[in-house]
């Protein structure tokens, strides 16, 4: 898909979708590295064509027209969370005149911030009243530090973001630890937006540690990062530099998250095939061998049979050699007469021996036969 969607002029998600749409299968993840590797693997034929050939039109995106990184608005430096307007150092005349890009999608200034956000400055704000209405020194030293710019355009980002997600249907949340989250087609995808921080050397005489060697330090420069685990390139972090702001690279990080979205729900589908081998393998296997114990019990009854049927003949003899001697079959012994004696004798014989029968009542018996179904099988 990443390298045929641009000859086409579009993305991989764009052509997912129109696969998916014209019910045209695509090799999935992991498809291409198993190939690489030697290994097996499937891919659905194309579907039959119901009627005459389906015309299937793709429209290349419009190249984009370079521009400059547009530089950060003075008005970061207001407090959002106030919503003081006049705080602001542009003229109206001036702000009239300016005309966002298509392409930019942050706002100068947050007037109605996503509910998220609001959520945010209002509970920071909170903590701060509370702060600094409580007497207690240890709470008023761990209250929240003021908003800084920083914090301001990160917040400007993520309004721009989280709606342009829900925008195309996606459901943005946080999770109970503050992990950003969005839901795409079934799929959730963590992740974050961050300031970038770096490793310094601690100067001596800060009241570290002796073994504190290093200390880290924020950068100033904003890192959107994807938490989830995805296969290949997709778990890269975007790092914006003083050329290329996180503001220009949000319709990328969008892309991204979507793209992302359809490597989880190949992911998924190859998952449960790949379960479905597995369990139809393991079926498989305990089914083999259940009928090789089945097959191993019933030769162990074939061969008691046979000792039986040895053992009946032989007792069979004895009983004529027994009864060939004169003898009172009227005599009782022990409640039965010797007759009586005589005929136990012989059914005993008889219940010893299932030839009799003839080929059917002895595989009648072999059929009653079977070995256990291990849990495995079901």
Known sequence: MSRLAPELG?????????????RIPYPGSGYWSRISMGRDAELPP????DGEDPLITIAPKPPKRPRAPEAISPLAQVNEATGDESASPVAPQEAQSKTPSPASMVKDRLVKPHPLIAGWIADHERRR????????????????????????????????????????????????????????DGQTIEFQVREKARQVKVVEGEGRSAYTRTKLVGTGKLTFAIKTYLRGRHNEE?????????????????????????ILKDWEEERAREHQRYEAERKRRAELQRVAEENEKRQAKLAELAGNWQTAQTMRAFIEAVKAVPHDANATIADKSVADWLTWAEETADSLDVSGGGPQRLFEVLGTVKAARSAWSV
């Not at 194309?46 to 064509?49: F, G, H, V």
């Not at 600094?132 to 030293?141: A, E, F, G, I, L």
């Not at 050329?243 to 220009?248: F, G, H, N, V, W």
Request: a positive charge; proline letters at 6%.
């Open 10 to 22: 579009i993305d991989g998600v764009k052509l997912a979708a129109i696969c998916r749409e014209h």
């Open 46 to 49: 194309l579907p039959e064509i």
């Open 129 to 184: 009243r509370e702060a600094k209405t409580n007497r207690d020194p240890w709470s008023y030293r761990t209250a929240p530090e003021p908003h800084t710019d920083l914090d301001r355009r990160r917040f400007r980002i993520l309004d721009a973001l989280f709606r342009a997600l829900e925008a195309r249907g996606a459901k943005v949340s946080e999770s109970a630890q503050g992990q950003l989250s969005v839901t795409i």
């Open 238 to 262: 975007r790092l914006e530099t003083d050329k290329k702001p996180l503001e220009t690279q949000l319709p990328a990080i969008i892309d991204r998250l979507f793209e992302g979205a359809v």
